[in-house]
């Protein structure tokens, strides 16, 4: 108010990130045809058959968790627990949440590098002012190398402790469990000719992704609204879509006001960061002190050198999420802070920079959404999973900086 401002504008400062609201709202939609179409069964009845060795079990796990969490975003990680627990369980692990965690948070930081729901990429993109469809490829291809890396750090570690051995009694009841799910499903494929198997199921995911994505650059390479907005656009028609195509389009008008009506008010949390972070950001743009910000960054960047600085901008993206600043809050604030040409960096490089930054915060982050909602699950400290997923993170670390020095 002592700058002048009205107070109309001052409330209109709050809505800065309604763009990125919506999206989070309209998010869950796109869950509803996936537990109308049974697809959770589908993944458990995968898992069962994948069950010959740990490693490949958690090949499995991230896999689908990297697949599901490219447009479930955070709703992901409750619906992959509880669809692998039962197979998990049987293996006889000695920390099976451990194991749970390392697969399905693994698989799903990773998809966050690249998938147009994520909200890390869609306000490092929004505030870069760099097109989704322009660098696209490359996020996908750090996300899909960093679940190749996950896959491998786990297979070095289980080679070292010896975890997944076949020879133990676990793995031999394991085995006796695979040959009896199969021989379970052959019986209900005797008694129901027509009904779909579990991998026609988890292609149509597949097809569904595809069909989204496609759709998405087609758009926001016609008009001008941006990814965030016409990412939001495409939810509800999608899911809409996907529900007819499994002929279950009353039961989703019917899911769809029960998730408006009971669920969507239990967003607040949500919207109130949201909210916040959109504040926080015009408010240092009117107060003038987003200047010392710019400032002090451009004299680290003149000090350590371009290249340098870009290698550490995902550790200081990291360093706010540890200090309790949420992983969106951190990129908005950053990036708002930063001008590509006067430090020497292309907006790529600073756009990927600041998603990787994100991919780390929502593994090991003790205050990220993501560790939260497995510690409530699971009930241990996010500290405890955060010390679990360390390890791949320092490796993602490297393999980011090195594509940055390379890119």
Known sequence: MQKG????????????????LSLFAMLPL???PLQLGNYDQSIEQILYKKTRSV???HRTISSISFLL?????????????YSIKSAVEKIGLKNTNKFMSLAIINGYAVSVAWSPFSGGVAIALETTKVPWSSVFYKLFIIGLFGLFLNWL???IIDKRTGSGQEENPSDKHNHAVSEMASAQEFEEEAHQPFTQKPITKILQIVLVI?????????????????????????????????????KKGTAYWGETKSYVINKMPGMADQFAIFLSTGFFVQALQYSGYNHFVTEYILQFNHWVGSNLFLLILPLITLGFGLMGMHPITAITLLAESMNPSALGISAEHLAIALVGGAVMTFSIGPFSGTLNMFSIIIRQSTFRIAAW?????????LFLALVLLLI
Do not use: E, K
């Not at 009205?6 to 809505?15: F, S």
């Not at 650059?217 to 990814?227: A, F, K, M, Y």
């Not at 997923?389 to 670390?397: I, Q």
């Open 69 to 81: 969490s490219s447009f479930l975003n955070l709703a992901t990680i409750p619906i992959m627990y």
């Open 5 to 20: 401002i009205n107070l109309y504008t001052y409330i209109l400062i709050y809505g800065d990130m309604l763009y990125l």
């Open 210 to 246: 595809l069909l989204l994505i496609s759709v998405n650059v087609g758009l926001t390479s016609i008009w001008p609204l941006g990814l965030v907005v016409t990412t939001t656009i495409l939810a509800f028609p999608f899911a809409l879509l996907w529900a007819l195509a499994l």
């Open 389 to 397: 997923n360390l390890l791949y993170t320092v490796s993602f670390f």
């Open 153 to 155: 750090m786990f297979w």
């Open 55 to 57: 490693t490949q079990l």
């Open 30 to 32: 796109l869950a509803i």
